[in-house]
């Protein structure tokens, strides 16, 4: 049974820092695209920043700089550090686990957290 379990969200205030912890289970980790997003209300979803099974990361130009995802593998967990974060960062964010198991493409979700910034 595959399943991604987010934790870390809360309340900052601007300026404030936040650490976003995906655990993933079901035997998927060490294959997968892991990937942050995140929906604002009346928005539409949005990539925040992935890393994939090599390490490599991409991040959305509004974070780059102020966020960092990094991966342990000890834990078959991702990380998501958030720093110097601003109002616009309010969001349901989401973890997101892709890749390919016996030759079967697969898409997994967690059930998002909330990250609410405001003084």
């Known amino acids: 049974q595959v399943q991604l379990v987010e934790s870390g969200g809360g309340l900052v205030q601007p300026g404030g820092s936040l650490r976003l912890s995906c655990t993933v289970s079901?035997?998927?980790?060490?294959?997968?695209?892991v990937g942050w997003y995140r929906q604002a209300p009346g928005k539409e979803r949005e990539l925040v920043a992935s890393?994939?099974?090599?390490?490599?990361?991409n991040y959305a130009d509004s974070v780059k700089g102020r966020f960092t995802i990094s991966r342990d593998s000890a834990k078959n967990s991702v990380n998501l550090q958030m720093n110097s974060l601003k109002p616009e960062d309010t969001a349901v964010y989401y973890c997101?686990?892709?890749?390919?198991?016996?030759?079967?493409?697969?898409?997994?979700w967690g059930q998002g957290t909330q990250v609410t910034v405001s003084s």
């Open positions: 890393i994939t099974s090599g390490g490599y990361t």
């Open positions: 997101n686990a892709r890749g390919a198991r016996f030759a079967r493409a697969y898409d997994y």
């Open positions: 079901g035997g998927i980790f060490s294959g997968s695209t």
